[in-house]
């Protein structure tokens, strides 16, 4: 079974500083992992996806499949990324399986 | 293009009573999704659809919970009876999945706050 891992429910830093939420991970196969993030007030939306290798508003993450994480970092920490994060995980290639989602850590970024 | 609607967007019932949901996903997309949201907690898939058929129902509580998506477009989610464990936000999502093998991208609903005392 999947299972993701997300060790912090709560993250303050201040703004202009560095943020790392992490995100670890059980499964014997080949994960997707994904962050997921909610903005006051809005929907839940797709931040990025490890498959895509890009940067999404400054964050980016990187599959360790040997520590089994995939943290979330940005160098520099702004107001507007103050929101909840979710890591989520699917099994590569697996057609119709759906999304396992951790418990999410929110993220405050204080001026 | 327009998102996933649902409604209500608030709903307080007794326990016991009987609730429905309701959820029109983006045009063209195949694949619908109901999620629970328990506060504190990530979204938990409840039941998939692909077009109008069930691909997994397993985490959902078949005893209370039921689905259904007839014409393979608009879909409602009711719980009968309530229970105080049920109260929740319960998100709507859907996705293209153009390919058997891809990990489509998920586009979530405003979700329905369900409060159950």
């Known amino acids: 079974a999947q299972r993701v891992t997300q060790p912090e429910k709560l993250l303050s830093v201040f703004k202009g500083a560095p943020v790392e939420l992490k995100c670890n991970y059980s499964?014997?196969?080949?994960?997707?992992l994904f962050w997921y993030v909610q903005y006051s007030r809005q929907r839940l939306q797709l931040l990025l996806r490890?498959?895509s290798r890009e940067s999404i508003k400054g964050f980016t993450a990187d599959l360790n499949k040997g520590e089994t994480s995939f943290h979330l970092k940005k160098p520099f920490a702004q107001e507007e990324d103050s929101a909840m994060y979710y890591c989520?995980?699917?099994?590569?290639?697996?057609?119709?399986?759906?999304?396992?989602f951790g418990k999410g850590t929110r993220l405050s970024v204080i001026a | 293009e327009a998102g996933v609607a649902q409604s209500p967007r608030y709903k307080i019932i007794e326990k016991r009573q009987s609730v429905a949901f309701w959820c029109n996903p983006i045009?063209?997309?195949?694949?619908l999704y109901w999620y629970q949201q328990i506060l504190g907690q990530g979204p938990k898939l409840l039941i998939q659809?692909?077009?109008?058929?069930?691909?997994?129902d397993s985490q959902l509580p078949k005893d209370r919970f039921s689905a259904e998506r007839l014409k393979g477009v608009d879909s409602t989610l009711k719980i009968q009876p309530a229970k105080l464990e049920d109260s929740a936000v319960y998100l709507c999502?859907?996705?293209?999945?153009?390919?058997?093998?891809?990990?489509?991208?998920?586009?979530f609903g405003s979700g329905t706050q369900l409060s159950v005392l």
């Open positions: 989520a995980l699917s099994p590569v290639n697996s057609g119709n399986t759906p999304l396992v």
């Open positions: 999502a859907s996705s293209l999945r153009q390919g058997a093998n891809e990990n489509e991208k998920l586009f």
């Open positions: 490890h498959i």
């Open positions: 659809f692909q077009n109008n058929g069930v691909v997994d």
């Open positions: 045009s063209g997309h195949a694949t």
């Open positions: 499964y014997s196969g080949s994960p997707e």
